[in-house]
């Protein structure tokens, strides 16, 4: 049996299109085993309206609670997609403690007040190789800051198609080492191929180097509309399996486990 998830969709809760039971039954068609939500989060920014307000996080969780215990069939996980803000450590822990969740899902959309992923006009007249620099930096931090079990789309730098002019090799050796070290997982997020990238991230060129650290993986859709639960999915997991891994993580109460795939 193939034992699929997919822990990052959004839903009303923040920028998704409808409420989470309206994912359910798409996530069945796609023969998933296990959905969870990650609205998004981002503390210590004006709030955006891709954002859900940090005070509805309670109803959220309680209201992912109450579909749970209604629910045969599917397992539903309860997540968050939290903004990595360097220097507010401290203060994300804090928030993040009283939680109840099954995972956290660690982003950089940041490079300082402006989102990478607004439009294409933030990369107008500015050192391509200088920016994905910076933001890997900036992943680099999300993962040592031990705040996050999972990285969101860890090179959405990729997101309007500019491209370096160098070997960015060594930026994803050293992002997977540093991910090994800190136990954090990679997801292969298939909404790139949505975007104008058209692809997935990380990119696939370097797909390899993960497998070769040793990265822990799962396959998400980040879906914002229950029509996208899942998409891409048989692509994705035969892309893994070409590159040789087996294994995905599947979270619990932010306790991670492998399981064969
Ligand atoms: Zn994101
Ligand atoms: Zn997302």
């Not at 969870?36 to 989060?41: K, N, R």
């Not at 989102?115 to 920016?131: A, H, Q, S």
Request: hydrophobic share 40%; charged share 25%; with cysteine.
């Amino acid at each position: 049996m193939i034992y699929r998830t997919d822990y990052h969709m959004h839903s009303s809760f923040s920028d998704g299109r409808s409420v989470p039971e309206d994912y359910i039954a798409p996530a069945l068609a796609a023969g998933l085993k296990e959905i969870g939500f990650s609205e998004h989060i981002t503390l210590f920014k004006e709030h955006e309206h891709w954002n859900m307000y940090p005070a509805n996080v309670f109803s959220y969780i309680n209201h992912l609670d109450y579909i749970r215990k209604n629910t045969n069939h599917i397992k539903i996980r309860t997540g968050l997609e939290v903004d990595f803000i360097e220097g507010k450590e401290k203060e994300t822990r804090a928030f993040l403690a009283p939680l109840v969740l099954d995972y956290v899902i660690g982003s950089v959309h940041y490079l300082g007040e402006k989102t990478v992923d607004f439009g294409p006009e933030f990369y107008e007249g500015k050192n391509i190789d200088k920016l994905f620099e910076s933001y890997f930096n900036q992943v680099f931090n999300a993962v040592s800051s031990g705040l996050f079990d999972i990285i969101g789309h860890c090179d959405l730098i990729r997101i309007y198609g500019y491209k370096p002019s160098v070997d960015l090799e060594p930026l994803y050796r050293k992002l997977a080492r540093i991910m090994k070290k800190y136990d954090v997982v990679f997801e292969v997020n298939t909404n790139g191929r949505n975007r104008p990238l058209a692809d997935f991230y990380p990119d696939r060129r370097f797909l390899n180097i993960f497998h070769e650290e040793n990265v822990p993986v799962c396959v998400n859709s980040d879906a914002h509309m229950p029509a996208r639960v899942g998409q891409y999915f048989d692509e994705a997991y035969d892309l893994l399996r070409y590159m040789g891994f087996t294994e995905m993580a599947v979270f619990e109460k932010r306790v991670r486990r492998m399981i064969p795939f």
